[in-house]
């Protein structure tokens, strides 16, 4: 999978991708990361990628002719002959469409995504309408620039592509991760029979299934005066995993209530939590 990032400061991004599962991802040819100077794309002595906005109103605008030249550069196909299933070029805008996991798992299924990120008070309008297929916001805040949505969008996404993470169920049982039916949905896909639902947990797991991931702990086993749930070194690994989604329901509950509503909910779930509600 490629990944093309237009930005004004391509070295802001430089660093990011030098580390852990990027870098191994790199260097065993999964991804490519490119990271490209907008102002190569100017005609002016000065380089110019911005100007002021129409109607008035405070600072810059990034200028759609620079992008253009960057995004034909790049080897993008013009937007009406783009194949949604292999291409997508992503606008970065607090105005966007929230980033998911769900919008994560989808763009992995791609073979290049191109990534424009925009400074000052934006990108001119025109760049959304005549060449991006999305706009994407990271989170309700306003950062200076695309960058750093970038990055997460590039490190979430390609963190799912096959072959990038030791552990292949990594990535599906963890927070956010699919439910057993949608794990079911994507069983044709894989050839790796960790990734089937069967009712038992993996080794170093339990299905979030839309739920926060339960809480992790390593040794030493107390440390500060706080001890290891006494459960884990027991050694029941049925007492374990249903230990695990309690943990991973009660969490959710705390932080993150919204999720109930559309996670993947057994009987015994349910009991559990009104239990906690009762409690
Ligand atoms: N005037 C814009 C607004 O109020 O929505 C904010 C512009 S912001 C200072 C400059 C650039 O940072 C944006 O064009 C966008 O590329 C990026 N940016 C800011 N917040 C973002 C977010 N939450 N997610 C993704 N990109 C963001």
Same mark, same amino acid.
Request: charged content about 30%; some cysteine.
């Given at each position: 999978?490629?990944?093309?990032?237009?930005?004004?400061? =391509?070295?802001?991004?430089?660093?990011?991708?030098?580390?852990?599962?990027?870098?191994?991802?790199?260097?065993?040819?999964?991804?490519?990361?490119?990271?490209? $100077?907008?102002? $190569?794309?100017?005609?002016?002595?000065?380089?110019?990628?911005?100007?002021?906005?129409?109607?008035?109103?405070?600072?810059?605008?990034?200028? =759609?002719?620079?992008?253009?030249?960057?995004?034909?550069?790049?080897?993008?196909?013009?937007? $009406?002959?783009?194949?949604?299933?292999?291409?997508?070029?992503?606008?970065?805008?607090?105005?966007?469409?929230?980033?998911?996991?769900?919008?994560?798992?989808?763009?992995?299924?791609?073979?290049?995504?191109?990534?424009?990120?925009?400074?000052?008070?934006?990108?001119?309008?025109?760049?959304?309408?005549?060449?991006?297929?999305?706009?994407?916001?990271?989170?309700?805040?306003? /950062?200076?620039?695309?960058?750093?949505?970038?990055?997460?969008?590039?490190?979430?996404?390609?963190?799912? /592509?096959?072959?990038?993470?030791?552990?292949?169920?990594?990535?599906?049982?963890?927070?956010?991760?699919?439910?057993?039916?949608?794990?079911?949905? !994507?069983?044709?896909?894989?050839?790796?029979?960790?990734?089937?639902?069967?009712?038992?947990?993996?080794?170093?797991?339990?299905?979030?299934?839309?739920?926060?991931?339960?809480?992790?702990? !390593?040794?030493?086993?107390?440390?500060?005066?706080?001890?290891?749930?006494?459960?884990?070194?027991?050694?029941?690994?049925?007492?374990?995993?249903?230990?695990?989604?309690?943990?991973?329901?009660?969490?959710?509950?705390?932080?993150?209530?919204?999720?109930?509503?559309?996670?993947?909910?057994? $009987?015994?779930?349910?009991?559990?939590?009104?239990?906690?509600?009762?409690?």
């Amino acid at each position: 999978m490629r990944f093309d990032i237009i930005t004004i400061f =391509p070295g802001l991004l430089a660093g990011i991708f030098e580390h852990g599962v990027i870098k191994r991802a790199v260097a065993g040819g999964i991804v490519e990361v490119k990271a490209h $100077d907008l102002r $190569d794309f100017t005609h002016d002595r000065h380089r110019t990628v911005d100007d002021r906005p129409f109607g008035g109103g405070e600072g810059m605008v990034l200028k =759609p002719e620079p992008i253009a030249a960057a995004l034909e550069s790049v080897g993008a196909t013009p937007k $009406d002959q783009r194949d949604p299933q292999r291409e997508s070029v992503i606008l970065l805008s607090a105005q966007g469409k929230k980033f998911t996991q769900g919008t994560a798992r989808e763009l992995a299924r791609l073979e290049r995504v191109i990534l424009l990120c925009g400074r000052y008070e934006g990108v001119d309008e025109r760049v959304n309408d005549l060449f991006a297929d999305r706009e994407l916001s990271i989170g309700d805040y306003v /950062l200076s620039g695309g960058e750093l949505g970038a990055a997460v969008i590039v490190d979430a996404t390609m963190r799912l /592509l096959p072959g990038v993470l030791g552990n292949e169920a990594s990535s599906q049982f963890e927070s956010f991760g699919l439910s057993n039916a949608e794990i079911a949905k !994507t069983e044709g896909e894989s050839s790796d029979d960790s990734l089937q639902p069967s009712g038992v947990a993996p080794s170093s797991s339990y299905g979030a299934g839309g739920l926060l991931d339960y809480p992790h702990y !390593t040794r030493p086993v107390e440390f500060r005066g706080l001890t290891v749930p006494e459960i884990l070194t027991g050694g029941d690994h049925l007492k374990i995993s249903h230990w695990r989604r309690e943990q991973a329901l009660e969490k959710t509950r705390r932080n993150r209530p919204d999720l109930l509503q559309t996670a993947e909910l057994s $009987d015994r779930d349910r009991e559990f939590l009104a239990s906690l509600d009762e409690g």
